[in-house]
């Protein structure tokens, strides 16, 4: 079974430069997340999709970062403009999505290592 | 808020000694952990798991301990071996299928 595919696997930009990230969740599962890790600590859920609806974005800031799941498979994330904070690995998941499962296990991609000088 | 913590940021064992990594949360209504392991240049991946009804439960070279009194969780590897050097983590899963992580502990196994 293929895993969660992600690209570009790595990305070094200047701040203010606009870039985008995408995923390509194992087949069947309806749900998509994005975290952001930060080196040295556990990765942070930014937005999560059930199909092609958002079912939490609380954590994305929203003035910079947008998400889109169009046809609720494949995903792309976007910062524009990045800033110095923006610098770490993005981290697709999905999960089968049965709702209220609370055994329905996120299957992780190997992330996008973002650099923003 | 949730969350979880870990108690040490870095674990050094002895290949073929037991590992044990201790988490603690906060929030005593939690009610599903899950532990993931993250190897360098890699995603996390599922360990096990354990509700709270349950005080143990074993996987292959791994035990998930959880103390409810005092909102406390461990995993435990026995044997360790050069390739469960990784970073682990305890997770939390809300009851609205929200997963948050904890900090991490970085496992280094000496040969």
């Known amino acids: 079974e293929a895993g969660v595919a992600q690209s570009p696997r790595y990305k070094i930009i200047e701040k203010r430069q606009s870039v985008a990230f995408w995923c390509n969740p194992i087949?069947?599962?309806?749900?998509l997340y994005w975290y952001q890790q930060i080196l040295g600590q556990g990765p942070k859920l930014l937005i999560q999709?059930?199909?092609?609806?958002?079912?939490?974005d609380s954590q994305l800031p929203k003035d910079r970062f947008s998400a889109e799941r169009l046809k609720g498979v494949d995903s792309t994330l976007k910062i524009q403009p990045a800033k110095l904070e923006d610098s770490a690995v993005y981290l697709c998941?999905?999960?089968?999505?049965?709702?209220?499962?609370?055994?329905?296990?996120?299957?992780f991609g190997p992330g996008t290592r973002l650099t923003v000088l | 808020g949730e969350s979880v913590g870990l108690h040490l940021p870095t674990l050094s064992v002895q290949e073929g000694d037991n590992s044990i990594i201790n988490c603690a949360y906060s929030?005593?209504?939690?009610?599903?952990f899950i532990w993931y392991k993250q190897e360098s240049g890699k995603g996390p991946q599922f360990i096990i798991d354990?509700?709270?009804?349950?005080d143990k439960r074993q996987g292959q070279r791994v035990t998930v301990l959880l103390n409810k009194t005092v909102k406390h969780l461990s995993l435990q590897i026995a044997a360790t071996q050069p390739g469960d050097s990784a970073v682990y983590f305890c997770?939390?899963?809300?009851?609205?299928?929200?997963?948050?992580f904890g900090p991490g502990t970085s496992l280094s196994v000496i040969p």
């Open positions: 354990i509700r709270s009804n349950m």
């Open positions: 999709f059930q199909n092609n609806g958002v079912v939490d």
């Open positions: 998941a999905s999960s089968l999505g049965i709702r209220g499962a609370r055994t329905d296990t996120q299957y």
């Open positions: 997770a939390e899963k809300t009851s609205y299928d929200k997963v948050i």
């Open positions: 929030n005593s209504a939690s009610d599903y």
């Open positions: 087949s069947g599962h309806a749900t």
